[in-house]
Structures are given as C-alpha cells and as structure tokens.
C-alpha cells in the first residue's frame, strides 16, 4: 500500500475522527459507526487497494491506489445524495449485524488476492471478515448483502460523477 492510500485507510478505520460532529451512531450491541469494504486489484504484477467506506453520519468515500502523482484516486459522497446515502446506511446497519461472525483487532489486515475483506468498526475495535470474493458474490453467504450494498455505492459513486463532473 502507498502512503496516501495507507492515510486515508487509516482515517476511515478510526471512530475517533467522528467523535466532535453531531449525530454520530453507534449501531448494534457493538456500537458501530464506520462500515466498509476493501479489495486488492491486480495492475499487471502488482496490487493495488480499494476501499469504500461509509459511516454513520451519512458520509461515504471511494478510494484507490493509482499511478497518478498522489497515488491516490477517490470519490467522496453522501449529503445531498438520498440514493448514495440510503445504500450507504443499509450496508452500515447490515454491517452492525454481522460483528458476531468477523474477527476482531485494533487493526485491519489488507486482503490477500482474489479476496474482499468487509468491516465494521467501533470506537475500540475493528471487526472483519476476509473471504474470497466469489463468496461474498455468493446470494447464499451472510456477508452477500453488506458486499452487494458495497457495489452498489460503486454505482451510487459513478452516477454522482456522471450527474456532477468536477464535484466527487
């Protein structure tokens, strides 16, 4: 993972950049606030890491590692937008279900290849699960609705670009 992709991960893992807005939930007995997926993408040899995460003040973001001069690439949603915010809290409100059946760690291991690891996160603790992503596809896994929420924030995220060029 490069720098910038690493900070941003990094922000979204963590309640604690939530604390002094208004209207932050904590959803399920785990208290979660913050719900999202991460995949690695083959570039040729190399791997590079997409996150899309939501939290619960309605905020969303999409973010990748790209050969551009940062590094990074990325679209930010949510207020304003009733479609990117409503799937962005069911996928949050899934994820807040799901605690029991993931991991838990103060930090979140990257996926390895062919695999998606999906999370939950509480002020003192990350939840995850890392499965292969033929499985999260799979209608008949748990974690089949938190990922499918997860892909259609990526069509949620690619509607706002098209509707707003300039403002992701």
């Given at each position: 993972?490069?720098?910038?992709?690493?900070?941003?991960?990094?922000?979204?893992?963590?309640?604690?950049?939530?604390?002094n807005r208004?209207?932050?939930?904590?959803?399920?007995?785990?208290?979660?606030?913050?719900?999202?997926?991460?995949?690695?993408?083959?570039?040729?040899?190399?791997?590079?890491?997409?996150l899309i995460?939501?939290?619960?003040?309605?905020?969303?973001?999409?973010?990748?590692?790209?050969?551009?001069?940062?590094?990074?690439g990325g679209?930010?949603?949510?207020?304003?937008?009733?479609?990117?915010?409503?799937?962005?809290?069911?996928?949050?409100?899934?994820?807040?279900?799901?605690?029991?059946?993931?991991?838990?760690?103060?930090?979140?291991?990257?996926?390895?290849?062919?695999?998606?690891?999906?999370?939950?996160?509480?002020?003192?603790?990350?939840?995850?699960?890392?499965?292969?992503?033929?499985?999260?596809?799979?209608?008949?896994?748990?974690?089949?609705?938190?990922?499918?929420?997860?892909?259609?924030?990526?069509?949620?995220?690619?509607?706002?670009?098209?509707?707003?060029?300039?403002?992701?």
């Open positions: 993972m490069n720098k910038a992709y690493e900070n941003m991960r990094g922000f979204w893992l963590d309640v604690k950049n939530l604390e208004k209207g932050i939930m904590e959803l399920g007995p785990d208290k979660i606030s913050i719900a999202g997926v991460e995949m690695p993408v083959a570039d040729g040899a190399h791997i590079k890491y997409l995460a939501t939290n619960s003040l309605g905020d969303s973001s999409l973010y990748f590692e790209n050969n551009s001069k940062s590094g990074l679209m930010i949603g949510g207020h304003g937008n009733e479609k990117l915010q409503e799937i962005a809290a069911r996928m949050l409100a899934h994820a807040s279900k799901l605690t029991d059946k993931m991991e838990k760690s103060t930090q979140l291991p990257p996926a390895q290849p062919g695999n998606v690891t999906l999370f939950a996160v509480a002020k003192d603790q990350i939840f995850y699960k890392e499965l292969p992503e033929a499985q999260a596809r799979d209608n008949q896994n748990p974690f089949y609705a938190m990922f499918a929420y997860s892909q259609q924030l990526v069509g949620a995220f690619r509607a706002q670009t098209q509707e707003n060029p300039g403002h992701c």
